[in-house]
Antibody, heavy 120, light 106 residues
Framework: QLQLQESRPGPVKPSETLSLTCTVSGGSISNNSYYWGWIRQPPGKGLEWIGSFYYRGTSYYNPSLKSRVTISVDTSKSQFSLKLISVTAADAAVYYC????????????WGQGTTVTVSS | DIQMTQSPSSLSASVGDRVTITCRASQTISSYLNWYQQKPGKAPKLLIYAASSLQSGVPSRFSGSGSGTDFSLTISSLQPEDFATYFCQQSYTTFTFGGGTKVEIK
């Protein structure tokens, strides 16, 4: 059974870089039926798609975050990563990684989420 | 960007009630519409994909309909475990979520 697990970062200070990793187990990141992506949810608010990638190298980012986000993949470790630069208090949220179906785009497997706090 | 508007933002209902949540896209998205359920402290759970296809393992009391810009999620007979927040999501052009509908106990 496919499982996704986000890393647990320590607190991030304003203007610093947030780095998260999602480890995929029970399946292959290189499966051409799927995208992989990151979604976040600020406390008490709705869901915001951050970005997604296809294992062959295509990446898509939310236009509102595109200048600050990079998603990369390490297929040898079955991991993909999120890097968000110049964080502010507005980036504090629960961050989820998820599997997305290629074509239809529905997100059928999610990690449990990891809480990111931004504090000086 | 495609905007997704859900209504209502919250509702109160009783066990056994029929509940309908609507989602409107700012432009046509064909049937690229998915529905999720989220309980406090948990990740979202996929209920419906491609507007009307029931995800494996999801009870048949959940159903989805619509195409173009107007969509709905219906729970035919609300159960205690259905009290949660529901989100729609378009996947026609990248991905956007609706603001959510919180279903509370009456």
């Amino acid at each position: 059974q496919l499982q996704l697990q986000e890393s647990r970062p320590g607190p991030v200070k304003p203007s610093e870089t947030l780095s998260l990793t999602c480890t995929v187990s029970g399946g292959s990141i290189s499966n051409n039926s799927y995208y992989w992506g990151w979604i976040r949810q600020p406390p008490g608010k709705g869901l915001e798609w951050i970005g997604s990638f296809y294992y062959r190298g295509t990446s898509y980012y939310n236009p509102s975050l595109k200048s600050r986000v990079t998603i990369s993949v390490d297929t040898s470790k079955s991991q993909f990563s999120l890097k968000l630069i110049s964080v502010t208090a507005a980036d504090a949220a629960v961050y989820y990684c998820a599997r997305l179906w290629y074509g239809s785009g529905h997100m059928d497997v999610w990690g449990q989420g990891t809480t990111v706090t931004v504090s000086s | 960007d495609i905007q997704m508007t859900q209504s209502p933002s919250s509702l109160s209902a009783s066990v056994g009630d029929r509940v309908t949540i609507t989602c409107r896209a700012s432009q046509t998205i064909s049937s690229y519409l998915n529905w999720y359920q989220q309980k406090p402290g948990k990740a979202p759970k996929l209920l419906i994909y491609a507007a009307s296809s029931l995800q494996s393992g999801v009870p048949s009391r959940f159903s989805g309909s619509g195409s173009g810009t107007d969509f709905s999620l219906t729970i035919s007979s609300l159960q205690p475990e259905d009290f949660a927040t529901y989100f729609c999501q378009q996947s026609y052009t990248t991905f956007t979520f609706g603001g959510g509908t919180k279903v509370e106990i009456k």
